[in-house]
């Protein structure tokens, strides 16, 4: 059988909605998807290895990427840049590995704007009140951080109406195995079993 085409999976949810914890998960589950390595210009912290979370660059770095077009898409986050390059994502999905974009929300809308080729997923929690019981718990945030957070999440929220799916990470393992069910859906699309049509018929034809 021919190879399958990976599918290009975008991820967004607000800080504390526990997405880093399922993408770790899910990549622990699957070995045919890959996460994308971004760049950013914000200081790594305690733990983070270059090359493996991120791509630590400056900014002249990262706008000299921009400017020779070489990030699928970028924002600016915090105070910091964020952007996705794009020639490994080509070379993963060709190979037939999912890719999944851990992005916040004004990139991922880049990206679904000149893509129709993806699946787009946010996650979102059960309610305010238990994000910031998740983001207290941290015990890392000063109030006004957790206030601020609060607020970024919010204005995260109103723009998940333009994600395809909705999980809700109530539960770990429940939201991954959502997470699953999705990227199994997708992967059933006729794009991406057209090669197994195309060779059924030729079978049919030589026989
Ligand atoms: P953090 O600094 O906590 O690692 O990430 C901050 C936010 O930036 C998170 O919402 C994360 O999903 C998002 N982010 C990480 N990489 C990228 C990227 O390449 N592009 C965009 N647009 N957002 C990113």
Same mark, same amino acid.
């Given at each position: 059988m021919r190879p399958e085409k990976g599918v290009l999976i975008v991820l967004s949810g607000p800080s504390g909605s526990g997405k880093g914890t399922l993408v770790k998960k899910l990549l622990e589950q699957r070995d045919d998807t890959v996460l994308s390595v971004s760049v950013t210009t914000r200081q790594p912290r305690p733990g983070e290895i270059e090359g493996v979370h991120y791509y630590f660059r400056t900014r002249e770095q990262v706008e000299e990427m921009i400017a020779e077009g070489s990030l699928l898409e970028y924002a600016e986050y915090n105070g910091h840049y964020y952007g996705t390059p794009e020639p490994p994502i080509k070379k993963w999905l060709e190979a037939g590995k999912n890719v999944l974009l851990e992005i916040e929300v004004q990139g991922a809308e880049k990206v679904m704007n000149h893509r129709s080729d993806l699946v787009s997923i946010f996650i979102t929690i059960p309610s305010m009140k238990e994000l910031e019981q998740r983001l207290r718990g941290r015990? !890392?945030? !000063?109030e006004e951080s957790i206030q601020g957070r609060l607020q970024v999440a919010r204005q995260e929220l109103s723009r998940a109406?333009?994600?395809?799916y909705v999980v809700l990470n109530d539960e770990v393992d429940r939201a991954v195995e959502r997470i699953q069910t999705i990227i199994e859906a997708e992967k059933m699309r006729y794009a991406y079993m057209e090669d197994l049509i195309l060779e059924v018929m030729n079978d049919a034809q030589a026989q």
């Open positions: 015990g !890392t945030e !000063t109406f333009r994600y395809q």
